[in-house]
């Protein structure tokens, strides 16, 4: 056990002189890395922001429960309770039918024509906001509400929630293949720049191998390398995320007073920022690893032959 401790503090202490003797070239690769990192990271932030502030909207996330013209004022409250209750309702407001109609006098400038109606058409309401944006999750709760008592009708109108969810959805998607695309490109990266290590050293680590050490003692000082310089890229990445959220927050304080509202983005959680730097570390040492597995192949197929 001392042994293998002693050996990764060696490689530790390795990979710590060699960044130290190259500091400027190990910035700029880590930059690299960031800027690719950052773009999938940015477009994941954009579509969690949108989600959030659609789901914040109270314009069309809607649904109207229209009661029957004899549903009375214990009834209404039973429907509220429900409303309360239902694990699928963010919130819910009651609209009276004479408040309804108070509205509708005021918004159509038809005061003169609904005064000479004989009586207020207009039920009582309830405007019920879901707490699920997915079309399906809408309409079964739509669905549901419809059959409660002294509900006549359960309108709404899927499809905003459609385009909205298929907009997302898409987004979604574009952040993912981009994501891979850009992983991949990081693997890259990592592959070379290892590789290069590895080149400059092939007299050291021949030396090595002719004295019997093996393909992880030799191995494991780069793919420290590699794993300090992935989470050093994804941690560069979170750090640009986080001044551009901070760049968009600064902009949208203007627009937010203009129409007397809070818009806000919310920046990477710290949880996702770790997964960001763990997984970026994990490509680091996976494209270190496999640029030194291909290296040490073909050194001791040379060696062999010799």
């Keep these: ?166 907009g997302l959805d898409l987004a979604r998607s574009l952040a993912l293949g981009l994501g891979t695309v850009l992983a991949a490109a990081l693997l890259a990266v990592t592959f070379n720049t290892i590789g290069l290590q590895i080149v400059n050293r092939r007299e050291e680590i021949e030396v090595s191998r002719l004295i019997g050490a093996t393909h992880g003692f030799i191995r494991r000082p780069f793919l420290y390398a590699g794993v300090v310089q992935g989470a050093a890229g994804g941690a560069l990445a979170c750090a640009f995320a986080g001044v551009c959220v901070f760049w968009v927050n600064e902009q949208l304080r203007g627009v937010a007073a203009l129409y007397g509202t809070e818009l806000a983005a919310r920046a990477l959680p710290a949880g996702d920022a770790l997964a960001v730097i763990g997984f970026s570390a994990l490509l680091g040492w996976l494209g270190a690893w496999l640029a030194v597995t291909r290296h040490l192949l073909r050194l001791d197929s040379q060696l062999d032959a010799r």
Excluded: C
């Excluded at 530790?12 to 960044?19: K, V």
């Excluded at 969690?48 to 109270?58: C, H, I, K, M, Y």
């Design 1 to 166: 056990m001392n042994a293998w401790l002693a050996q990764h503090r060696r490689a530790l202490t390795l990979t710590g002189r060699q960044i130290a003797a190259s500091p400027v070239a190990r910035t700029f690769q880590a930059l690299v890395i960031g800027v690719a990192i950052t773009l999938p990271l940015l477009l994941y932030l954009t579509v969690q922001n949108l989600a959030r502030l659609a789901g914040q909207s109270d314009a069309d996330a809607r649904i109207a429960l229209y009661l029957a013209a004899d549903a009375t004022a214990k009834e209404a409250a039973a429907i509220s309770t429900r409303l309360d209750a239902h694990a699928g309702v963010a919130g819910h407001r009651f609209v009276a039918r004479d408040e309804a109609l108070r509205d509708l006098k005021q918004r159509h400038d038809i005061a003169d024509l609904v005064d000479a109606l004989p009586k207020n058409p207009l039920p009582d309401a309830f405007v019920v906001r879901a707490a699920s944006l997915r079309p399906g999750d809408i309409e079964a709760l739509r669905s549901e509400a419809s059959a409660w008592p002294k509900v006549a009708l359960a309108q709404l109108d899927s499809a905003w929630a459609a385009r909205l969810d298929a």
